[in-house]
C-alpha cells in the first residue's frame, strides 16, 4: 500500500489528467462527488480532507520563516492577490466570456496558491522554504481575500454572498488546517506514519472532484473548448511569467523568483471550482475554469520544471554558477 500511495504521489499530475478524461467519458462515474452523504456535501468533505493533509505537514516552526522574511513573505502574499485576479478580469473582458465562465476564471484568480506548486518548485529547484511560506499565508488569508476580491470584480453583475463564502472557506480550509497543525504538534509520530498515505489520499480526493466537476459540466466544456482552454492557458502562464517579473524587478535571487513564479501561476482551483459550484448553483458552467486550470497546471508546470532544470537554471541562476566556479578551480599544490 505503502508504495501505492508513492507512485500516486509521484505521478499526481497524470492521475489528476487521467481522473479528467475518465469524468468527460464516463460522467455517471464520477458525478456522485457532487452529491451528500449523511446531509453533508462529499465536495466540502474532500476539500477539507485536502487542507487536513496539507496542515500535518506544517508546523508551528514553520511560522517563523514569516517573521524572518517578512519582505518576501509580504511580496509573495501582494503578487499572489493582484497579479491572477487582475489578470482574471482582463481575460474575462477580452475574450467576452459569459458570466458563468466570468465566474469561474475569476474564482480561480482569487484564490490562494495550490500545494502542487511545492512540488513543482522543488522540481524545478527554487525556494522551496518560500514556496511553502507563500501557500501557507495565500491560504490563511483567503477567507478575507478570495470573497472581497471576488466581490469587487463581479459583485456589481452577479449577485452571491461574500459572507456565506468566508464562512465556507473557513470550514473547508482554515479548520482542516488548524486541526492537521494541531496533530502535528501533539501526535508527531501518527503524522510521521500518515506522511506516506495522506498526500496520495489528497491527490485521489482532488482528482475525483475534477472528475466529478468535468462530468458534470462536460457539455458546457465541450462547448467552450477552445476559448476556455486559451484563458486558462494564459491565466497560468502569463501569472507565472508576471511573478517571476516582480521579482526580478524587486531584487530578489533567481531561486526566491522561480518559487514565486510558480506560486503565482499555480493557483488552488479545487478550491475555486468547489466555491463555484457552491455558491453559484445556478451557473452550472462556473466549475469549468477550476476543473480544467488544476489538469492544465500539473502539464505546464512539469514542463517549466524541466525548462528550469535543465536550460534556465544552468543558465541564469548566479549562485549555481558561483557553485560551479568554485568546484571548477584548480587545487594549488604546496
Given at each position: 500500500?505503502k ?5 500516486i504521489?509521484k ?9 479528467f ?24 468533505m474532500m ?17 517563523k ?19 491572477m485576479?487582475f ?9 467576452s466570456?459569459?458570466?458563468a ?18 512540488v513543482i ?11 511553502v ?8 488569508l483567503?477567507?478575507?481575500m ?6 469587487l ?19 473547508i ?10 496533530l ?19 491527490c ?19 462547448a ?9 492557458a ?11 517579473a ?28 468547489g ?13 469549468v ?12 508546470g ?12 544552468p ?6 554558477q558561483d ?10 599544490a604546496?
Open positions: 500500500m508504495k501505492f500511495c508513492e507512485l504521489g505521478y499526481f499530475g497524470l492521475v489528476i489528467i487521467l481522473f478524461i475518465g469524468g468527460m467519458t464516463c460522467p455517471p462515474a464520477f458525478t456522485w462527488v457532487l452529491g451528500k452523504l449523511a446531509g453533508f456535501s462529499l465536495l466540502s476539500l477539507g480532507i485536502i487542507m487536513f493533509g496539507m496542515g500535518t505537514t506544517m508546523e508551528l516552526k514553520d511560522f520563516l514569516i517573521l524572518q522574511r517578512p519582505r518576501d513573505v509580504l511580496l509573495g502574499a501582494v503578487a499572489q492577490y493582484a497579479i485576479p489578470l482574471a478580469y482582463a481575460l474575462s473582458r477580452a475574450f466570456l459569459d458570466p465562465l466570468t465566474v469561474g476564471v475569476v474564482l480561480v484568480g482569487t484564490c490562494p496558491g495550490g500545494t502542487a506548486s511545492n518548485t522543488f522540481i524545478s529547484k527554487g525556494d522551496l522554504a518560500l514556496s511560506t507563500m501557500t501557507t499565508v495565500s491560504t490563511l483567503s477567507p478575507i478570495t470573497p472581497l476580491l471576488t466581490y470584480i463581479i459583485g456589481q453583475r452577479i449577485a452571491f454572498s461574500p459572507v456565506a463564502m468566508f464562512w465556507s472557506i473557513v470550514q480550509v482554515i479548520i482542516p488546517i488548524g486541526v492537521g497543525v494541531a502535528r504538534h501533539y501526535f508527531p509520530d501518527w503524522c510521521e506514519k500518515a506522511k506516506a498515505y495522506l498526500p496520495a489520499l489528497s485521489l480526493c482532488i482528482s475525483l472532484l475534477i472528475a466529478g466537476l468535468a462530468g458534470a459540466s462536460r457539455d458546457a466544456i465541450l467552450s473548448s477552445a476559448t476556455i482552454m486559451a484563458v486558462v494564459l491565466h497560468n502562464l502569463l501569472g507565472s511569467a508576471l511573478g517571476f516582480i521579482g526580478r524587478i524587486s531584487g530578489m535571487s533567481w531561486k526566491k523568483c522561480v518559487a514565486l513564479s510558480i506560486e503565482v501561476g499555480m493557483q488552488n482551483s479545487g478550491l475555486a471550482a466555491l463555484a459550484k457552491t455558491h453559484f448553483p445556478a451557473l452550472t458552467a462556473a466549475t475554469p477550476g476543473a480544467i486550470f488544476s489538469s492544465w497546471h500539473n502539464i505546464s512539469s514542463i517549466l520544471a524541466w525548462l528550469y532544470v535543465n536550460y534556465l537554471n543558465r541564469f541562476d548566479e549562485e549555481l557553485n560551479k566556479n568554485i568546484s571548477g578551480k584548480p587545487s594549488v604546496h
